[in-house]
């Protein structure tokens, strides 16, 4: 029996007061979802780095989040922390006995502005991304890529790749 998709749908990396870093999970299925002995990780090699505690459920169509002093406080459930350079956040399913049982999804992201989190974004073409948002949306609908500032890397003023139909401003 395959898991049911359960999504990385949001986090935040380099948090401020008074936000604290986390991780969003989405369900997007018409039922809820049992999480109990899943893992989230930062690292596709270390997979196993913190075990979602029994008892956790997401209902349908809604969202579940995990701060930093859960799944970084490195106890019973193992741990890890969100590097705010850039890092890596995986779910993957597991039975009761915590053996992988082959659903994973997950993201890279690279540095952020503080207190500006990642979260996914799926384009025209059905890709998902997981891009920096407008705003944190935590237990919502993400509020979409943020887009700008306009930044000009170069400026070429003398081209010949333009024809005389064209205007240089």
Same mark, same amino acid.
């Given at each position: 029996? /395959?898991? @049911? !998709?359960?999504? &990385?749908?949001? !986090?935040?990396? /380099?948090?401020? @007061? ?11 299925? $018409?039922?809820? &979802? ?8 930062? $690292?596709?090699?270390? @997979?196993?780095?913190? /075990? ?9 169509? #809604?969202?579940? *989040? ?6 970084? *406080?490195?106890?019973? =459930? %193992?741990?890890? !922390? +969100?590097? @705010? ?10 039975? *009761? ?7 994973? =999804? ?12 990642? %979260?996914?974004?799926?384009?025209? #073409?059905?890709?998902? =991304?997981? &891009?920096?948002?407008? !705003?944190?949306? +935590?237990? *919502? ?8 500032? +306009?930044?000009? $890397?170069?400026? #070429?003023?003398?081209?010949? /790749?333009?024809?005389?139909? =064209?205007? &240089?401003?």
């Amino acid at each position: 029996v /395959r898991p @049911p !998709a359960i999504f &990385v749908n949001e !986090a935040l990396s /380099r948090s401020a @007061p008074p936000f604290e870093d986390f991780i969003e999970l989405y369900n997007p299925n $018409s039922f809820d &979802v049992d999480i109990s002995g899943w893992y989230l990780t930062d $690292s596709r090699d270390k @997979p196993k780095r913190f /075990r979602i505690p029994d008892g956790i459920i997401i209902p349908a169509n #809604d969202y579940m *989040a995990f701060d930093e002093h859960l799944f970084n *406080a490195f106890d019973l =459930h %193992g741990g890890f !922390a +969100l590097d @705010p350079q850039g890092d890596d956040i995986y779910l993957l399913s597991a039975n *009761a006995n915590g053996e992988l049982t082959g659903f994973m =999804h997950g993201f890279s992201f690279g540095s952020s502005d503080i207190n500006a989190s990642f %979260g996914r974004y799926v384009s025209e #073409d059905g890709a998902e =991304h997981f &891009v920096q948002q407008k !705003a944190i949306s +935590l237990f *919502a609908t993400n509020t979409g890529p943020k887009i700008g500032p +306009l930044v000009i $890397s170069e400026i #070429d003023r003398k081209s010949t /790749r333009l024809n005389s139909s =064209h205007t &240089v401003i």
